[in-house]
């Protein structure tokens, strides 16, 4: 006898929302092919050789990846493959994160959840851009975004606003302790968790009947990741001959570049001048801007949408407090295409965080036969969103003379990996 509820069981993952997620996510898989498969095989590059910096001469700033590397490589194993396998691990929290957090609009606003998860600047910025592949950038993105879930989750009632500040305080300080261990970047990075933190304290009215006394503890321990990782970087900055002991350390062990690793000997001059460059070349000014408002459309589309359906934004005071800090990274590196990224997916995370009002129940809506016009409208999004993820690229440094399309490209190169040709 057949069993009945099979269909019914089976029912929920063929909704329409279901298949898109998952199609969008095994299209960003795809697209990832290629840039996986050439650090698999890669030694040369900037990234993967700025991993290795280490503590084989004393404690430095950068430091902890390479120092969690040397004791891979002593166990035999090459460390190409450890920090490409590892990358690619994250890159699919950071999808899985990503898309739980903007899941939301899969039901509401289609093209719009099209466009933030195959936007250029988002998720997809490493696949087009190999340079920025395999950079600790990733977990900033992904501490940002797992932050973000989280608040969702103490606004809408389903984390205790208490258990959710011991975490912070036990749980993610530490954590972000330990990442800028890796990468300084994170200190410009903490505002952006204080706002966050703020932001659970501001309970929607729809899902709390009373606000949360301060987070005092939360925030000051973030406070205090900022002060000590500061103190860190300042007292452990490194230098010339320690950047050459530590490419010395890896002769033999690992075939990296070594330019990279000596940047941690370099003064601000190199930054100064590679940004003066860039604010020289008018094309490449201009075509940054441009590449910092594509960025930024998926963003501002998403609180057009918060207005039309009521849905309460963090504050402007919050929003400054966790965005504005985050430009100075143009003053600390010549790579703009990856402040770019970090500040578009900043800005969605905090954006998305706030919940959604609750989706009426299918049977109490009155669905209206769809008109011209509204049909029409939906055509008109729909390409725009396909247009916007498959018309352009973000270049992560220097001074770039394009914007060509990265769809293509890749999916092309990508296709021909699968293959084998």
């Known amino acids: 006898m057949p069993r009945p509820d099979a269909p019914v069981a089976l029912a929920p993952l063929l909704r329409p929302p279901v298949l898109l997620l998952a199609a969008l996510l095994a299209l960003i898989g795809f697209l990832y092919i290629p840039t996986v498969a050439w650090s698999f095989v890669d030694w040369k590059g900037w990234a993967l050789a700025e991993l290795h910096v280490s503590y084989a001469d004393g404690p430095v700033r950068r430091g902890l990846p390479g120092e969690i590397a040397r004791q891979i490589a002593s166990l035999g194993l090459p460390t190409r493959d450890f920090f490409a396998a590892v990358f690619v691990v994250l890159a699919v929290l950071q999808a899985a994160a990503f898309a739980a957090l903007a899941w939301p609009l899969a039901t509401r606003h289609r093209p719009l959840f099209v466009a933030l998860m195959l936007s250029p600047a988002l998720l997809l910025f490493p696949a087009y851009d190999y340079g920025a592949w ?38 993610l300080a530490p954590a972000l302790l330990l990442v800028t261990l890796a990468h300084e970047l994170q200190i410009v990075m903490l505002p952006l968790h204080m706002a966050l933190v703020l932001l659970a304290s501001r309970p929607d009215a729809a899902f709390h009947a009373r606000a ?43 075939p990296i570049d070594c330019l990279a690793v000596r940047t941690i000997g370099w003064d601000f001059s190199p930054v100064v001048d590679t940004d003066l460059r860039i604010l020289n070349n008018r094309l490449a000014l201009v075509l940054f801007a441009l590449a910092f408002s594509l960025s930024l459309l998926p963003v501002v589309a998403l609180s057009l949408a918060a207005d039309r359906t009521g849905r309460a934004l963090p504050p402007l005071p919050l929003m400054a407090l966790g965005l504005l800090p985050l430009f100075a990274m143009f003053l600390l590196g010549w790579d703009w295409g990856r402040w770019i990224h970090l500040i578009a997916l900043s800005t969605a995370a905090l954006l998305l965080a706030p919940p959604f009002p609750p989706a009426a129940p299918a049977h109490a809506m009155s669905i209206p036969a769809p008109s011209t016009r509204s049909l029409a409208a939906s055509a008109t999004f729909w390409l725009l969103a396909l247009a916007y993820a498959g018309s352009w690229r973000l270049r992560h440094c220097c001074e770039i003379a394009d914007l060509d399309a990265g769809f293509l490209p890749t999916f092309t190169r990508a296709v021909e990996i699968v293959t084998g040709r």
């Open 212 to 254: 949360a006394p301060p987070p005092t503890a939360a925030i000051l321990s973030l406070a205090a990741v900022a002060i000590a990782g500061t103190v860190f970087v300042v007292a452990f900055r490194g230098d010339a001959a320690m950047a050459q002991a530590i490419c010395d350390s890896w002769r033999g062990v690992a």
């Open 134 to 171: 395999l950079r600790k950038d990733t977990l900033l993105a992904l501490g940002a975004v797992l932050h973000a879930l989280a608040v969702r989750r103490v606004l809408t009632g389903r984390l205790d606003a208490m258990v959710y500040r011991r975490l912070v305080c036990v749980a």
